[in-house]
């Protein structure tokens, strides 16, 4: 959510990062629901205090005519401020539906666009395989192995659905752990999270209103399946105020993850590259509200993903998003994409957000600065590993003529020690 006194003061950049965002916002109508909200606020905030004015008056006064005349006043006010305050409430659920549509302004040097093919590459890293053999592509790595089974997935929990089975849920357990470890060396607390989270939890991270559709519901709780740990993470300090001795926090959250994949019908079906359910590990910073400082934390969240893929020994690219790309929160965002030999493609496995007081404006995250204020915190987050997706890349790119897999070297002593598959 963005501060409505910036809004007042710079509509065209609102109505701008709007278009450039891909996300249809009436700027124009929420100032006018800004103004008449404020209009009513001041009246009902004139005729309480009338009110409160006439309340003491009208015991001191002695002549009953005059006192039922000030009593009838009273009753006219009460009534008066009942159907301003039933305006009001109609007034402002409207404004703040509108406000929870606004998305933040994207950071100088976001290049404007409206898809992938507008983002713009920053660097590659690694060389790409020349295999010298017919490669397979994971899925037939998986079934020489008997490491996956879709069909019984499909059976189970309908389309997109899988069991990993065997060496598969070993290297996955494998990579995760490696992860967890490599970030707690850095600096982040481990956090394993709840899935199921209130309403308010993915509206105060931006997830809703406008990813109802991506969300997995349990209508009788209230409660909806996470898709992300950064949903738990950031509404870990929901409502509070933040130390500025302990900025910038760090946490490494763990969890499995649920997106239904609306309006992806057809799309990927083939493998593990788009399912319903994978687990992730999910760097969250919390930060001062200072843009050099979020930048560098950026840059060093995204230098931890990175650092992965390098000793997984995985080629990769990594591409600044267009404005197109990013969410309705981010202010900028990096798009990590691993060598997929099958797909003859980088394809996306991580991404890299900074989104300002964005979130915390939402969850009313706050710190006290050197100076007394109370001011919103920035945050940040970044995927440092999705599987079984980064499962596609490692099972592929170590693939030997023998259809054997050579396990990656960081990953063997979460492995027994083996260097095969």
């Known amino acids: 959510m963005l501060d409505i006194n910036f809004i007042r003061e710079n509509p065209e950049i609102i109505k701008k990062a709007s278009q450039d965002k891909n996300m249809p916002v009436d700027v124009d109508s929420l100032l006018r629901l800004d103004f008449n909200l404020r209009e009513l606020i001041k009246e009902t905030d004139s005729i309480r205090a009338e009110r409160n004015n006439l309340s003491k008056i009208i015991p001191a006064e002695k002549d009953p005519a005059e006192k039922e005349k000030l009593a009838g006043r009273v009753k006219e006010l009460k009534n008066r401020l ?19 549509r606004v998305p933040s302004v994207p950071s100088p040097g976001v290049p404007v666009g409206k898809g992938e093919e507008d983002n713009i590459e920053i ?7 020349d295999f010298g053999f017919e490669i397979l592509d994971h899925v037939a790595l998986c079934e020489a192995h008997d490491m996956l089974d879709t069909q019984r997935g499909a059976k189970v929990a309908g389309s997109r659905s899988y069991f990993l089975k065997n060496n598969a849920v070993l290297l996955e357990l494998a990579i995760n752990r490696f992860v967890i470890d490599f ?9 394993s999270v709840p899935h199921l989270v209130k309403e308010n939890a993915m509206k105060g991270t931006g997830y809703f209103p406008i990813g109802y559709d991506q969300a997995y519901k349990i209508p009788e709780d209230g409660l909806y399946l996470i898709g992300t740990s950064e949903v738990s993470l950031v509404s870990y300090h929901q409502d509070e105020i933040l130390n500025l001795a302990d900025l910038p926090i760090k946490y490494a959250g763990i969890s499995s993850c649920y997106r239904r994949e609306a309006g992806t019908y057809g799309k990927d079906t083939r ?9 992730k590990v999910e760097q969250v910073i919390f930060c001062e509200a200072d843009d050099a400082k979020a930048e560098e934390l950026h840059y060093e969240i995204l230098g931890n993903a990175e650092a992965i893929l390098q000793a997984l020994n995985l080629p990769y690219r990594v591409c600044l998003a267009c404005t197109g790309e990013i969410g ?11 060598w997929m030999p099958s797909r003859g493609a980088y394809c996306e496995t991580h991404s890299c957000s900074t989104l300002g007081d964005f979130q915390a404006r939402r969850s009313n995250i706050r710190y006290r600065t050197s100076d007394g204020l109370l001011k919103f915190a920035f945050t940040l987050n970044n ?11 490692l099972l592929e790119n170590c693939q030997n003529p023998d259809k054997t897999i050579t396990i990656p070297e960081v990953l063997r002593p979460y492995m027994n020690g083996r260097e095969k598959i």
């Open 183 to 191: 970030l707690n060396s850095r600096g982040f607390t481990p956090m």
């Open 328 to 338: 309705i929160g981010q202010t900028r965002k990096h798009e990590v994409e691993t």
């Open 383 to 393: 995927t440092a590993i999705a599987s079984p997706r980064i499962l596609i890349p």
């Open 271 to 279: 493998g593990l590259y788009r399912v319903h359910q994978f687990n």
């Open 82 to 100: 009942a159907e301003l305050e039933s305006l009001m409430r109609a007034v402002k659920e409207e404004f703040d539906n509108l406000m929870l």
């Open 123 to 129: 660097k590659r890293v690694g060389e790409i395989r």
